[in-house]
């Protein structure tokens, strides 16, 4: 017979027969028609960007570049593109440069940019706030497409590039603020729009027994393992010191 404790052996069968039912129960739609995985993630994300909302501060920081000039000439296109996309997309991003007040001129896939980076980051910062707030209407209104998610796309390509040259014209603090509105607003408000935001702290009761019934839980497996193999005759001591005669 493999089993040398019977006692121990079947307390490590019920911690993994019952970790097995849990598992069944976390993935089957019982939380409101979801499984418990996408329960928490869906969660989480709520909770990520009821933490995120970066897009005042970033405003406020915005304000010094009203009136400060800028020039810079971008590409568009990369190596994947097909014939002529290259310059359909150089064309999308001047008429949002254009929409923002700014000058663009268009050349095969290249576009000049020039006007006041305040006012056009103010603009960025506009749509990234309706997004974040989930009021894609607005944004179709304002550009007239049916996709409120290109413009977004046509930012943060853009203003991606216009970071780069302004690093290589040595205007460091004017790229800081293109780089805050990059990484604090469009790419919140994109990768959050139409999930609805909460606080933390309107559901720490919800977020401390998540975490508590991950550590639990993972033990649980653990405390399976051990004593199902301690059951077996299996297990693992420290071994002795030999000493030398």
């Known amino acids: 017979m493999l089993i040398r404790n019977r006692k121990t052996f079947g307390m490590g069968a019920v911690f993994a027969v019952s ?8 993935f089957s739609p019982v939380f409101g028609g979801k499984n418990g995985l996408r329960f928490a993630d869906d969660s989480f994300n709520r909770l990520s960007k009821g933490s995120s909302y970066f897009i005042p501060k970033v405003s406020k920081s915005n304000e010094q570049f009203i009136g400060k000039a800028f020039s810079v000439t971008i590409k568009a296109g990369n190596l994947e593109d097909k014939p002529g996309e290259a ?3 150089a064309q999308s991003i001047a008429n949002v ?5 700014a000058a663009a001129s268009v050349s095969g896939s290249s576009v000049k940019l020039e006007g006041d980076l305040g006012k056009v980051l103010a603009s960025a910062l506009q749509d990234a706030d309706a997004m974040f707030k989930n009021d894609g209407a607005a944004i179709r209104s304002k550009y ?3 996709d409120e998610k290109k413009s977004l796309r046509q930012w943060h390509t853009s203003l991606t590039k216009v970071h780069k040259q302004l690093q290589k014209q040595k205007m460091i603090t004017e790229s800081k603020i293109v780089s805050d509105v990059l990484k604090k607003a469009l790419e919140p408000a994109y990768n959050f729009y139409t999930i609805e935001g909460e606080k933390v702290v309107d559901h720490a009761g919800m ?5 508590v019934f991950y550590v639990a839980y993972t033990m649980w497996w653990g405390y399976a393992i051990f004593y199902m193999f301690d059951g077996l ?9 030999k000493k030398e005669a």
């Open 19 to 26: 970790f097995i039912t849990v598992l069944l129960l976390i």
């Open 87 to 89: 310059q359909k997309r």
């Open 97 to 101: 440069f254009t929409t923002a007040g």
């Open 144 to 146: 007239g497409m049916d």
């Open 207 to 211: 977020m401390s027994g998540l975490l």
């Open 233 to 241: 005759g299996l297990s693992m001591k420290k071994a002795k010191v």
